[in-house]
């Protein structure tokens, strides 16, 4: 079968794919650790009272989510929606010591094991130790074991592709299974609202209702060309994600070793104001990432394209890690101001950490002197 665009569409069902992910993992350690916890918000950050209103919120368990509490949030913005919510400041040296014990869970059943994160990871167990012939056996046995070895919960979903197994652990949440078979796919991604759709992201929902698009039937409803022209390289794969085709492998030896965005403007930016809002943003989504992940970097990469599609590359290598939203707004604008004058037209912005490491309080830098 052919695209609108001549390209092949080619549905590759073959393969068993667990995406497992852990039910608000820190504070479900520390709700474990000190079950008194459980009957409070709770918040794992600094409290906003200690940092003057600085930090962000790693995560928070499901009665802080009732606040509208979510990870990334300011510690001050949580704060203020709960301000009764008990806030952590968390041990991440722990919790990667819980991580890999949920990991060695995982290599019971499987080799083939991709850790997206400290909380989650995909596993293809079409060939596994087991010998079991069901996918959803095994993620029922993961479920089982991480409940009774570790005292946690966890999501699990259960499908042919990545893409739809990611889908199936956010479905039900916490302790959820959802499995999506072959030839329920499309009906399932037909219904669901473009919002569930992972990769998706917030800025990109409200130019989805501007097209009339609502749900993943709506999505379906436009054509491949369409969805290249309003989404570029996104609009060719969710041309075929909403269609149940996603053939990315799971990559056990998968190592990031970059973390960035970058966003091409339809409207050339002309004004400083408008350079410094828009690295701004970049550097929020870079933040987020790092912090999802638990990264930290050495090198900032500035990219700018300018109106004549002149592309420029700058970078600048750092005595100490960065993380912090701040830290890298305030390098990638020193990188743009000995680069270019926007008042010749900037039609790309992009920001990207290289030099990543795993983010533990050794190698954080800290301040000698108070202020």
């Known amino acids: 079968m052919l695209s609108q665009l001549g390209f092949p569409l080619r549905k590759d069902t073959s393969r068993k794919i667990i995406h497992i992910d ?41 009665k802080a989510r009732e606040f509208g509490i979510h990870s990334a949030m300011s510690a001050q913005k949580a704060y203020e929606l709960c301000p009764k919510a008990i806030f952590k400041a968390g041990n991440l040296t722990y919790y990667k010591e819980v991580s890999a014990q949920v990991r060695a869970i995982f290599d019971r059943y499987t080799d083939v094991v991709e850790q997206a994160s400290i909380d989650e990871a995909y596993l293809d167990v079409t060939e596994n130790k087991i010998n079991a012939k069901s996918a959803i056996k095994i993620a029922k046995l993961i479920q089982r074991d991480i409940y009774q070895e570790l005292h946690l919960t966890c999501s699990a979903g259960v499908s042919y592709n990545k893409f739809l197994a990611k889908l199936g652990s956010d ?30 992201g917030k800025k990109t929902v409200p130019k989805m209702h501007e097209l009339g698009v609502f749900t993943g039937k709506d999505l379906a409803a436009l054509s491949e060309w369409q969805l290249i022209n309003e989404f570029g390289k996104m609009g060719y794969s969710l041309y075929r994600k909403v269609r149940g085709i996603h053939d990315d492998p799971v990559n056990p030896a998968r190592i990031r070793k970059s973390m960035g ?28 990432s790092m912090l999802k992940y638990q990264k930290q970097g050495q090198i900032v990469v500035l990219k700018v394209r300018d109106g004549d599609y002149n592309t420029i590359t700058k970078r600048k290598t ?48 800290l301040p000698l002197f108070k202020k």
């Open 22 to 62: 852990m039910d608000a993992f820190f504070a479900s350690i520390e709700e474990r650790d000190q079950p008194e916890l459980k009957n409070f918000p709770l918040v794992i950050a600094r409290h906003p009272k200690d940092t003057g209103g600085r930090g962000v919120v790693t995560t928070a368990n499901y």
């Open 171 to 200: 479905f039900q949440k916490p302790r959820g299974m959802t499995v999506i078979l072959p030839e329920k796919a499309e009906a399932f991604l037909q219904a669901l609202p473009i919002e569930k759709f992972h990769g998706i």
């Open 261 to 288: 965005r970058e966003h091409t403007y339809g409207k050339l930016l002309f004004t400083e104001d408008e350079v410094v809002t828009e690295l701004r943003q970049l550097a929020k989504k870079v933040a987020e």
């Open 318 to 365: 750092l005595k100490d890690y960065l993380q912090k939203e701040e830290d890298i707004y305030f390098y990638a604008k020193e990188l743009f101001d000995e680069t270019i004058d926007p008042v010749i037209g900037i039609r790309l912005l992009g920001i990207t950490i290289t030099g990543l490491e795993e983010l533990t309080y050794e190698n954080l830098p």
